[in-house]
């Protein structure tokens, strides 16, 4: 006669007071045995977290009463060469929940043995109270429910050792891109033209605005005002007109002129009424005065791009998705078309905190390092990019000049995600609607998590395809506002018929792999060529530039130079979990096999779809 072991099994926080069960978790019935365990049972929860396995106390072994002990388990997705020989299949490797205390019940005689409610701490939510964005709660003891995978560490582990080569003078550097140019034509890295290049296609690629003025002029801007500055920093608000020439084909950007105007009287107080009127430079001001405005623009450019773009734009962007996915979708196959791309991403997110958010024995410091910003500075800049990010409506821009190599390499890689999830819904499509109720837990987390929604002037800019749409919805949230992140169903129950929940779901998860692979690749990956030259760029400088007695020595002190150099090469370079390379086996061929088909057609836009990953 078998036994039986139940029990039902809660996230460790209640939302909202009320117990959440976690469904559908794999679970193990293991005899304790000092280390070595004896299986006696394999199953499941329900919908609502409860279990009830089945087992032979015999089996616990001669003369031996049953130690009960409770395993839980999480779901890894592998591909893995068939028993054939040809191909590879979907492999699904249950792995032990790093840092659950399993219960343990000594000499269990019952025929039945209740555990009870357990409390699992399974990808719980930082309260937004706590932090600027969604984020997944850290213990004390750093206890992540994933890690890297060991390829990752030890790259990293060179690259650190590589750096200490370099700093002791044992290596030359390398290049980054600017000295490479500056090395082959002196002088071509503060050319006009490279400048609308970065502006386009480098590591902080802008959304080009128009004048509403009837002047056919556009313009890229970098706004503190309100925000708080470190008092030691120099960061004005800068503003860069460029008028669109004809080409014979999109046309071209030529820039035209900067604006500026600086923070007068208290750097601390974050009040807008101590900015001074903008002053305007043109090229005609003379190379040396237009090539420092230019350097002053570029702290800004590099600045918001680490804030907005790279960590708030792919990093946490992508967590405010992978933590109520890894909290919901167990049955249901979307979870393995999507958590591949996020293997490690909280881990990395969580040493970013530590590497760009400091306080100093209870002091607020600039943050990032070497920049005007302070903590809560970060913070603010952090919502201000993520209230317009949302997976609905989203498409990569449209090319918005003819060399802007950028979209239209995006919109490529877009095509190639929406051919690919099309294809996996297709394989998957019964098992996802069968489980469809795990999506609605997932869709209404993200949105009960979600931040603030604040409508942008659509009107502004060249093209809206990346924009937070106004017309998207944005239901109502725990702050009784609007949140940015649109539902991706309201049905616990659906059919193929309910075409639109079936869409939603197919654009959100193009949406998040899009960040986590594409967006990433580009972002991280240009670091170092933008910020490898801190005489180039830095994410802050000391002293206004304009003034023709300062020197780029007073403006970005050595050590501060340094660390921005030695930063950035170790981000750009430490690189794994290539979609084509596949070194950990978790991507799928279908994915690889049509990423492979746009080599030739990425490569004209100088992308190389092998420098792709997760």
Known sequence: MPSYATGRILFEKDIDGVAKPVHNLDLQLLDDDYGHDTLL?????????????????????????????????????????????????????????????????????????????????????????????????????????????????????????????????????????????????????????????????????????????????????????????????????TRCFFDRVDDGKLGKFVLTGIEIAKRVGDYTAGDDSLMSPPKMYTPECGKELWDRVKRIVRSNYFVFGEAQTHLGGTHLN?????????????ANPVVSLLTPHFYGTVDINHAADGLLVKENGGAVISVPEGSAAVVAT????????????????????????????????????????????????????????????????????????????????????????????????????????????????????????????????????????????????????????TAGDSSFATMGIHCDLTDLRKTIEDAVPAKEGKKSESTTYVLATTQWGYIMKNEDGGMNPKLIEFLGETKDQLASYGVDINKIRS
């Open 41 to 237: 049972a394999t199953g499941k929860t329900d919908m609502h977290g409860r279990f009830r396995m089945a087992y032979e106390p015999k089996d616990a072994g001669l003369f031996d009463i049953p130690d009960l002990k409770l395993s839980v388990l999480l779901p890894e997705t592998l591909y893995t060469k068939k028993a054939t020989g040809e191909g590879l299949e979907l492999k699904r490797v249950l792995i032990p929940l790093p840092g659950f205390e399993s219960p343990v019940a000594t000499d269990v005689k019952e025929e039945t043995y209740d555990f009870g409610d357990v409390r699992v701490k399974l990808y719980e939510y930082l309260e937004p109270a706590d932090g600027p964005t969604p984020r997944l709660l850290v213990d004390e003891e750093h206890v992540l429910p994933q890690g890297q995978r060991r390829g990752r560490n030890i790259t990293l582990t060179e690259k650190v050792a590589e750096v200490a080569l370099y700093t002791l003078g044992v290596k030359p550097w390398p290049l980054p891109l600017t000295k490479k140019m500056e090395a082959e034509k002196p002088g071509s890295s503060q050319t006009d033209e490279f400048f609308v290049e970065m502006m386009l296609n480098g590591f902080n690629p802008m959304l080009f605005k128009r004048e509403r003025t009837g002047a056919k002029r556009f313009y890229v801007e970098w706004s503190w005002k309100g925000q708080i500055q470190d008092g030691v920093h120099y960061a004005p608000d």
């Open 378 to 529: 970060i913070g603010s800049i952090l919502r201000a990019g993520m209230r317009q990010m949302n997976w609905h409506g989203f498409s990569p821009r449209t090319p918005q000049a003819t060399n802007d190599r950028y979209a239209h390499a995006a919109n490529v890689y877009w095509g190639v995600l929406t051919r690919y999830v099309d294809y996996y819904f297709a394989e998957h499509m019964d098992a996802i609607i069968a489980n469809w109720a795990e999506v609605k837990l997932m869709s209404d987390e993200m949105v009960a998590h979600s931040i603030r929604y604040v409508q942008q002037e659509e009107d502004d800019y060249i093209d809206t395809n990346e924009l937070n749409k106004a017309s998207s919805e944005h239901p109502e949230g725990p702050y009784g506002a609007p949140v940015s992140l649109s539902p991706v169903t309201t049905k616990s129950v659906i059919t193929k018929d309910d075409k639109t929940d079936i869409e939603n779901l197919k654009q959100m998860c193009r949406y998040v792999i899009y960040f986590a692979t594409w967006q990433h690749s580009w972002v991280n990956d240009s670091q170092y060529d």
């Open 318 to 330: 992508v967590e405010q998705y992978i933590v109520p996915v890894v909290r919901n979708l167990r």
